[in-house]
Nanobody, 127 residues
Framework: QAQLVESGGGWVRPGGSLRLSCAAS????????VGWFRQAPGKDREFVAA????????YYAASVKGRFTASRDNDKNMLYLQMNSLKPEDTAVYYC????????????????????WGQGTQVTVSS
């Protein structure tokens, strides 16, 4: 069973950058598919990015594509989300997640596909 811990959140001005990290422990990280989700106040949790295991592909929500880059380091059991050109609408609690198996691509958008979740880290974008 995996445990996930996010870090790197904070406050940044519009147009700025942040890099989120997610440290995984327990289980075999390289066998997990992983993802990032976010939840703004009063809104549902939404998909941000996902990566299949073993360099199987990286997928992004349209709202972040071209600005955010997800990556993983299986040797270090780490997951990252580089966020550039941040906008006020990116303000949310960001969560990393992981799951076991080989889900079809379209199911990676759904939070119910994932088995393990971090506690979340707050990202605030404002002037």
């Amino acid at each position: 069973q995996a445990q996930l811990v996010e870090s790197g959140g904070g406050w940044v001005r519009p147009g700025g950058s942040l890099r989120l990290s997610c440290a995984a422990s327990g289980g075999t990280f390289s066998t997990y598919f992983v993802g990032w989700f976010r939840q703004a106040p009063g809104k549902d949790r939404e998909f941000v990015a996902a990566m299949k295991r073993n360099r199987g592909g990286t997928y992004y929500a349209a709202s972040v594509k071209g600005r955010f880059t997800a990556s993983r380091d299986n040797d270090k059991n780490m997951l990252y989300l580089q966020m550039n050109s941040l906008k006020p609408e990116d303000t949310a609690v960001y969560y990393c997640a992981a799951g076991v198996g080989s889900p079809i691509m379209s199911s990676l958008w759904s939070s119910s596909t994932y088995d393990y979740w971090g506690q979340g880290t707050q990202v605030t974008v404002s002037s």
